[in-house]
Nanobody, 117 residues
Framework: QVQLVESGGGLVQAGGSLRLSCAAS????????MGWHRQAPGKQRELVAT???????NYADSVKGRFTISRDNAKNTVYLQMNSLKPEDTAVYYC???????????WGQGTQVTVSS
């Protein structure tokens, strides 16, 4: 089992910045990809950004150039630096880890990000 704990959400004005953190614990060996997804009210959960153990990153088009995903392997932590935030970025942000040959997905509880206009 892998446990994921997110932190760093909150309320910010449009144009502002926030940094989300996600700490992984438990059976962290074998995690080959971590990332962030988000879900706005009335919408489906969508991918925001991912990063592999080889530091290959992938971003949704809507956040490219504004968000940066990074990881600290020593701390088993992944970060999402969010700049130039827009009201449409308002959502619950979920940390995700993919582990093992079965590509099993683990999810955190989510952290609310609210961007006011």
């Amino acid at each position: 089992q892998v446990q994921l704990v997110e932190s760093g959400g909150g309320l910010v004005q449009a144009g502002g910045s926030l940094r989300l953190s996600c700490a992984a614990s438990g059976s962290v060996l074998g995690i080959n990809r971590m990332g962030w997804h988000r879900q706005a009210p009335g919408k489906q959960r969508e991918l925001v950004a991912t990063i592999t153990t080889g530091d290959t990153t992938n971003y949704a088009d809507s956040v490219k150039g504004r968000f940066t995903i990074s990881r600290d392997n020593a701390k088993n932590t992944v970060y999402l630096q969010m700049n130039s935030l827009k009201p449409e970025d308002t959502a619950v942000y979920y940390c995700n880890a993919v582990r093992g040959l079965t590509q099993y997905h683990y999810w955190g509880q989510g952290t609310q990000v609210t961007v006011s206009s």
